[in-house]
Nanobody
Framework: QLQLVESGGGLVQPGGSLRLSCAAS????????IGWFRQAPGKEREGVSC????????DYADSVKGRFTISRDNAKNTVYLQMNSLKPEDTAVYYC?????????????????????WGQGTQVTVSS
């Protein structure tokens, strides 16, 4: 059974850091891209970052470039989102999503429609 489980969310002060994890299990495909998305209250879900099956291709929203870093540990089937210099506007529920890719695909997308499988989300609150 497919599962994407996010963890690592919480309450942090502005300027602080958090590392989110997305653990995948039961996927029916061997190679996949992972996207991180977030949804703040009253706003649409937006793509934050993604990493392709090749691991070398990543993409970031302008609002998080230079502050967030996506990475993956294939041995653990886990993708991480390191979030530094957090701002109150980063407050949202963060979701990870997966889509099958051919091995070594050199691109990924941050659009929701590109992804087939979703986790349940983890809350990130940035507040003093």
């Amino acid at each position: 059974q497919l599962q994407l489980v996010e963890s690592g969310g919480g309450l942090v002060q502005p300027g602080g850091s958090l590392r989110l994890s997305c653990a995948a299990s039961g996927l029916s495909y061997d190679y996949y891209a992972i996207g991180w998305f977030r949804q703040a209250p009253g706003k649409e879900r937006e793509g934050v970052s993604c990493i392709s099956s090749s691991d070398d291709s990543t993409d970031y929203a302008d609002s998080v470039k230079g502050r967030f870093t996506i990475s993956r540990d294939n041995a653990k089937n886990t993708v991480y989102l390191q979030m530094n210099s957090l701002k109150p506007e980063d407050t949202a529920v963060y979701y990870c999503a997966a889509v099958a890719q051919i091995m070594f695909t050199p691109y990924c997308f941050r659009e929701m429609k590109e992804y087939d499988d979703w986790g349940q989300g983890t809350q990130v609150t940035v507040s003093s």
